[in-house]
Nanobody, 121 residues
Framework: QIQLVESGGGLVQPGGSLRLSCAAT????????MGWYRQAPGKERELVAS???????DYADSVKGRFFISRDNAKKTVTLQMNSLKREDTAVYYC???????????????WGQGTQVTVSS
């Protein structure tokens, strides 16, 4: 069974930093895109950052220059370094990956369980 296991998150003051990590486990042949989404109360889930297996990255305009995504293809992990955090970054953050399982010709989108990030003084 393929799972995305997240770690990190928590409470931080405005201007602070946090790091989120996500590891993909299970019978995985390859991982295409890995990334992070977030959902604040009363809002839709939105893309924060993503990275293809070739290293092409994409960021939401609201986090450009503050958040940085990196991935380790060999370890099947993706990390989101969040700097200069603002109150409006408060949300549940979800790891996301498009994975091609072993012995399956199709790829599927997987989600982590979500981790809370709260930016508050």
């Amino acid at each position: 069974q393929i799972q995305l296991v997240e770690s990190g998150g928590g409470l931080v003051q405005p201007g602070g930093s946090l790091r989120l990590s996500c590891a993909a486990t299970g019978s995985i042949f390859s991982i295409k895109t890995m990334g992070w989404y977030r959902q604040a109360p009363g809002k839709e889930r939105e893309l924060v950052a993503s990275s293809t297996s070739e290293g092409t990255t994409d960021y939401a305009d609201s986090v450009k220059g503050r958040f940085f995504i990196s991935r380790d293809n060999a370890k099947k992990t993706v990390t989101l370094q969040m700097n200069s955090l603002k109150r409006e970054d408060t949300a549940v953050y979800y790891c996301n990956a498009i994975i091609l399982p072993m012995r399956d010709p199709r790829d599927y989108k997987y989600w982590g369980q979500g981790t809370q990030v709260t930016v508050s003084s």
